[in-house]
């Protein structure tokens, strides 16, 4: 049994690096181009299987963790609706049942992580809810999204830009805890607090805001 943990662990923490690291590139290079699509779709490999894996090795004898579970939900269904989103660019794509399904199930695992905060059930209490407000306020983006996709033509790249880089957000911290073996409130924050500041700034980048306030200054 311990075997197989360890091998579930090695295989777990393998493709959290190359989602890590293919993560890292399609950050950096130019949006849209070979180099950030090829990477984009590493990224994603490596984010589910890792993720995935991490669910089951989480409720292993040892290894018992509620909250990285959680996480790992969290992490596999901001990839799902990050990549999914990306069918919007065409104007046939339709929202399906397995959308809502997707984010349905999150905002019911939202409100449970929050209860669980609130209740003290699993200790953590800060960090269950300031990851279930934060799913949860990603959830009702989605609900706003599926009712109608096509609100505005950067709407789907704007819930691409914001999934993607949370479900990054989500490894670097990973990395940081099971990896590097870091400790304390900060180590959980941090991560998000910077990687939400990149996901609002590019998101109003997308949505022409910055040219129209230099249009409204000139």
Same mark, same amino acid.
């Given at each position: 049994?311990?075997?197989? !943990?360890?091998?579930?662990?090695?295989?777990?923490?393998?493709?959290?690096?190359?989602?890590?690291?293919?993560?890292?590139?399609?950050?950096?290079?130019?949006?849209?181009?070979?180099?950030?699509?090829?990477?984009?779709?590493?990224?994603?490999?490596?984010?589910? +299987?890792?993720?995935?894996?991490?669910?089951?090795?989480?409720?292993?004898?040892?290894?018992?963790?509620?909250?990285?579970?959680?996480?790992?939900?969290?992490?596999?269904?901001?990839?799902?609706?990050?990549?999914?989103?990306?069918?919007?660019?065409?104007?046939?794509?339709?929202?399906?049942?397995?959308?809502?399904?997707?984010?349905?199930?999150?905002?019911?695992?939202? +409100?449970?992580?929050?209860?669980?905060?609130?209740?003290?059930?699993?200790?953590?209490? +800060?960090?269950?809810?300031?990851?279930?407000?934060?799913?949860?306020?990603?959830?009702?983006?989605?609900?706003?999204?599926?009712?109608?996709?096509?609100?505005?033509?950067?709407?789907?790249?704007?819930?691409?830009?914001?999934?993607?880089?949370?479900?990054?957000?989500?490894? +670097?911290?990973?990395?940081?805890?099971?990896?590097?073996?870091?400790?304390?409130?900060?180590?959980?924050?941090?991560?998000?607090?910077?990687?939400?500041?990149?996901?609002?700034?590019? !998101?109003?980048?997308?949505?022409?805001?910055?040219?129209?306030?230099?249009?409204?200054?000139?």
């Amino acid at each position: 049994m311990e075997t197989a !943990i360890r091998t579930a662990i090695y295989i777990h923490a393998f493709f959290g690096g190359i989602g890590l690291l293919s993560g890292t590139l399609s950050l950096v290079t130019k949006k849209g181009g070979k180099v950030h699509i090829q990477s984009g779709k590493w990224f994603v490999i490596g984010m589910l +299987v890792s993720s995935g894996l991490s669910l089951p090795i989480a409720c292993m004898p040892g290894h018992h963790n509620p909250f990285l579970f959680l996480i790992g939900v969290f992490t596999i269904y901001m990839v799902l609706v990050g990549k999914r989103v990306l069918r919007f660019k065409r104007k046939t794509a339709q929202v399906s049942k397995l959308d809502w399904g997707i984010t349905i199930t999150m905002t019911l695992l939202s +409100v449970l992580m929050i209860l669980c905060g609130i209740l003290n059930s699993f200790g953590n209490n +800060v960090l269950f809810i300031f990851f279930g407000i934060i799913s949860l306020m990603l959830c009702f983006q989605d609900f706003r999204f599926w009712r109608k996709p096509r609100r505005s033509k950067t709407g789907w790249l704007a819930q691409h830009i914001g999934k993607i880089t949370g479900a990054y957000i989500a490894s +670097v911290t990973a990395f940081l805890v099971g990896g590097m073996k870091m400790q304390g409130l900060m180590v959980w924050i941090l991560p998000s607090v910077i990687g939400n500041t990149f996901i609002i700034y590019y !998101i109003i980048k997308v949505r022409g805001g910055f040219k129209k306030r230099k249009k409204v200054t000139s």
